[in-house]
């Protein structure tokens, strides 16, 4: 992306790389992601303001450990090297660095040697709260370095080339337990690179248009595939606002959406937006395709094939289409260039997987730079309302996975009306926006109950209710007592053929949040 003011991380495998990029972020300056094997050449024409070398789990003196080209450091850019940034600068620069016995990892107190750019505006206490998890350390700074920090452990806890604005920190300011962090990432933003910090999500979206305009030219047709979601919303939104009626957005309703699904999204957006939107009735052709259908791995492959079906010949009564849009996130895009490579998790349901090469169309990705926080952000920029920007996330395969066992209309439509009173009562309480989901399973097990004088053999249904960061791991939600009383009662009584409900208690892992 084209932009004013950009920071270049190099990912030398940390865990938190990811947390650098959105720190400098939200300090109001652009930042990517790059990995440690990106040749200097791709790097330079990046165009940096500054660089930052993230930490990594090797030590640099270790076989095969990423190593630094030199030619970064002779860009000239104002450089901050984090932790095995740190060390890899002290390495090539000529200083030294010692190979630990034993790592050290927790809580250090930063006592500040020499005053610089990097320390401005932080208190005067004698010493700070920083965080560390290395293993080798330096033990002398480079030529031209003067050590600027130390700890009770470590005397060269950071280093700088004030000169040539080279800073270096073995603790990582980018996790919340290092007390001034923010403070000493800005210092680095601002006092040293000399950055604006003009990075908004406004100027995001300025931007995004004008690189989706160039890319797509002034006669190029997109389709864009409509799930009712945040990310696909957003990135048809951002394509509207460039080409306009160029982009046809298909909403294909399989029959395994949620109570309202399709009137209050689309209906939202057609109300609001002057998109041009194609839906497509397929409840009978899903149906018909999943009638019989128990296992969770056959329901999602049909579903997947379906949709690309569907998809498909709905896309090519739309003349001319050149391009297909997706709503692709940054941490999609980085899982996939990192220098550990791909990681074990590939979400294939996230994409219409093979679309793109059989239709021979061109991918656009107008949300690859971006987070969800920050994709929140656009959207409501865009204009669209909390009840579309909060939303839970919910599968592509929708309710057939939540349906377990055999998919009818008439199980679809318990688990529909189950469902609905989940989500009014978690909307009734603060719950909702505290979980990443809550919802309906309907289970093929039938149980007695007693309903007045007569005996009843109905369906039961479980409460998932799980809190989460990011999907990869999840915890069951300690919704209060009260609020579950409510949600057991109400289905119990509404809604005709359930007579039991119960609470799935488990945790990811073991467990997932779906069931299917
Ligand atoms: P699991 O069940 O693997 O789910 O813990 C993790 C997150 O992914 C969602 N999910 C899906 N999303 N297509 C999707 O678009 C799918 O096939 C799919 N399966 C699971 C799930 O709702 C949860 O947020």
Redesign the pocket.
């Known amino acids: 992306m084209q932009l004013a003011e950009k920071v270049v991380i190099i990912d030398y495998g940390s865990q938190v790389t990811q947390l650098i990029a959105r720190r400098v972020r939200e300090a109001g300056v652009y930042s990517e992601i790059h990995p440690c094997t990106t040749p200097l050449e791709q790097l330079r024409a990046l165009k940096p303001n500054a660089l930052i070398l993230s930490g990594g789990p090797c030590s640099v003196s270790e076989d095969g450990a990423p190593q630094l080209d030199p030619g970064l450091v002779e860009l000239g850019l104002p450089i901050l090297g984090i932790c095995y940034g740190m060390q890899l600068l002290a390495k090539e620069l000529g200083g030294q660095v010692e190979r630990a016995k034993e790592r050290e990892y927790g809580r250090a107190h930063l006592a500040i040697a020499t005053a610089c750019p990097l320390w401005e505006g932080l208190p005067e206490a004698p010493t700070q709260t920083v965080w560390m998890s290395h293993g080798d350390h330096v033990l002398a700074p480079p030529p031209g370095f003067e050590v600027i920090a130390s700890t009770e452990k470590v005397h060269v806890a950071a280093m700088a080339d004030l000169g040539r604005s080279i800073y270096a920190v073995q603790f990582h300011p980018e996790v919340a337990h290092t007390e001034h962090g923010e403070q000493i990432l800005h210092n680095f933003l601002f006092k040293v690179a000399k950055l604006k910090g003009k990075w908004t999500m406004g100027s995001f979206i300025e931007t995004c248009v004008a690189e989706m305009q160039a890319k797509i030219g002034e006669t190029g047709q997109v389709v864009c595939g409509l799930s009712g979601g945040i990310d696909s919303t957003v990135a048809a939104l951002l394509l509207h606002r460039a080409i306009g009626k160029r982009l046809h957005c298909i909403f294909v309703d399989n029959g395994l959406l949620r109570a309202g699904e399709r009137e209050e999204v689309i209906g939202f957006l057609t109300a609001h937006f002057d998109l041009n939107l194609h839906t497509v009735d397929a409840q009978d052709l899903f149906l018909g395709k999943l009638a019989g259908v128990t296992d969770p791995e056959q329901k ?1 492959k049909i579903i997947g094939y379906t949709f690309i079906e569907v998809f498909e010949r709905e896309a090519k009564a739309i003349s001319n289409v050149e391009f297909l849009a997706q709503g692709t996130l940054y941490p999609d895009v980085i899982e996939s260039v990192s220098f550990r490579g791909p990681s074990a998790v590939i979400k294939s ?2 994409n219409v997987g093979g679309l793109p090469d059989r239709m021979q169309l061109k991918l656009v990705e107008p949300l690859r730079e971006l987070f969800k926080d920050e994709v929140r952000k656009v959207a409501a920029q865009l204009g669209l309302p909390d009840f579309i920007i909060w939303r839970h ?5 929708g309710l057939a ?1 939540r349906v377990i066992g055999e998919i009818t209309a008439e199980r679809l439509e318990i688990l529909r009306q189950a469902d609905a009173i989940v989500q009014q009562e978690l909307h009734a309480s603060d719950w909702y926006r505290k979980m ?2 809550g919802f309906a399973v309907l289970l093929p097990v039938k149980s007695v109950g007693v309903m007045g004088d007569d005996r009843t053999y109905e369906h039961v249904c479980a409460l998932r209710l799980v809190e989460s960061v990011d ?1 990869m791991t ?1 915890d069951w939600a300690r919704v209060p007592p009260e609020i579950l009383a409510r949600m057991s009662n109400r289905i119990i009584n509404e809604v005709k053929g359930v007579n039991r409900v119960v609470l799935d208690i488990s945790s ?1 892992p073991p467990a ?3 069931w299917e």
Not at 393 to 397: A, E, I, L, S, V
């Open positions: 999602r349901h996230h996330p919910f599968p592509g395969p996975i990443w989901q999907a999840a990811k997932t949040i779906e």
